[in-house]
């Protein structure tokens, strides 16, 4: 009788709640006042996220207190306003950081994706303004693009202390390179595999068939088979569906409308990513140097394509922040 009653108790945790039993939850979002309820571990954001925050009446208080201290920084022109988009980011970032009690990403300038030693001033810029909140480099996780060149700023940073998230992911190549270079985590994008495939092939794809989900699960394969340490964040999700199939991933970053779906449903979670199985898969270890890299990525034509487009869209949205900041400065 006892199992039974056991069993029932179990049903009635929500997905979420049965999901953080094998996986980090950690929320994609700049939108920190929507994560309390769920309790994620750790969180990350982006420039289209941290620009979306900004345009929400309840974050106008952070935004005058930033250009409040930093009119006084004596900058002027780019300089001051690309200051400014700093200090917001890291503001944000440690406003976050009073809510999970992990870790949070921060993002690059996407423009800086091909430019090895402006990755790497950028995050120890970046890293200095935590710091100088009392936020040790622990707590934060800098986002950089899975280029060649953000690759090899990853590999210096990390060499520093200073962790490293590599972001828009697609393929193996990107997730071995980002091993080699011994960075903390890894997020390869679901949705915007699974978006490619859908418009490519024009037909829809569900649970395990998901090609973003074949791709996590190919990336977890490989780093478990070879205990890479290297964290898999599944990223960049368009369904709990697809959530649901990567139970077991080392951690996920979900949005908060998704969560509040997680939160909502009682129907039971498998883990399907397990560390034991992959060990035992037949998987064969590949060999990268950048002509390798180079050539691999460009032949996979939906991975070259979302790594540029992806980048492309950060870049516009570092660009639509830095008007914001513009048009309060003049205001």
Not at 12 to 21: G, H, R, Y
Not at 86 to 92: A, E, G, M, N, W
Not at 185 to 206: N, T
Not at 290 to 300: A, G, I, Q, S, V
Request: charged share 30%; glycine share 6%.
């Amino acid at each position: 009788m006892s199992t039974v009653i056991a069993s029932e108790e179990k049903t009635k945790l929500s997905q979420l709640e049965q999901l953080k039993k094998f996986t980090i939850i950690v929320a994609d979002t700049a939108d920190f006042e929507s994560i309390k309820d769920f309790k994620p571990e750790d969180a990350t954001t982006n420039p289209s996220l941290v620009y979306a925050a900004t345009q929400k009446e309840q974050y106008g208080h952070l935004i005058e207190a930033v250009l409040k201290d930093r009119k006084k920084s004596g900058l002027s022109g780019h300089a001051q306003i690309e200051d400014i988009c700093d200090h917001l980011l890291v503001q944000f970032g440690s406003d976050i950081l009073q809510i999970v009690p992990g870790r949070v990403s921060t993002e690059t300038d996407a423009r800086l994706s091909y430019d090895i030693e402006g990755s790497i001033n950028k995050a120890r810029r970046l890293i200095q303004l935590y710091a100088e909140r009392k936020i040790p480099r622990e707590r934060v996780l800098i986002k950089i693009a899975s280029t060649w060149e953000g690759l090899l700023a990853a590999e210096q940073l990390q060499k520093e202390g200073i962790r490293c998230n590599l972001t828009l992911m697609f393929s193996l190549p990107q997730a071995v390179r980002a091993a080699q270079a011994k960075v903390q985590l890894i997020s390869p994008f679901v949705g915007r595999i699974y978006d490619w495939y859908k418009a490519h092939e024009k037909r829809d794809y569900q649970g395990a068939e998901d090609p973003g989900v074949q791709s996590v699960t190919e990336i977890y394969t490989y780093y478990k088979k070879f205990d890479i340490p290297t964290e898999v964040m599944g990223a960049s999700f368009r369904n709990t569906g697809q959530i649901i199939e990567l139970a077991g991933c080392d951690c996920l970053t979900i949005s908060p409308e998704l969560m509040e779906e997680l939160a909502r449903s009682t129907e039971p979670v498998e883990r399907k990513l397990d560390p034991n199985k992959a060990r035992s898969a037949a998987v064969e270890k590949l060999s990268l140097d950048e002509k390798t890299f180079r050539w691999m990525l460009n032949d996979n034509a939906m991975a070259y394509e979302k790594t540029g487009e992806g980048i492309r869209k950060f870049a516009a949205d570092v660009v639509k922040l830095e008007k914001f900041v513009a048009s309060k400065l003049q205001g």
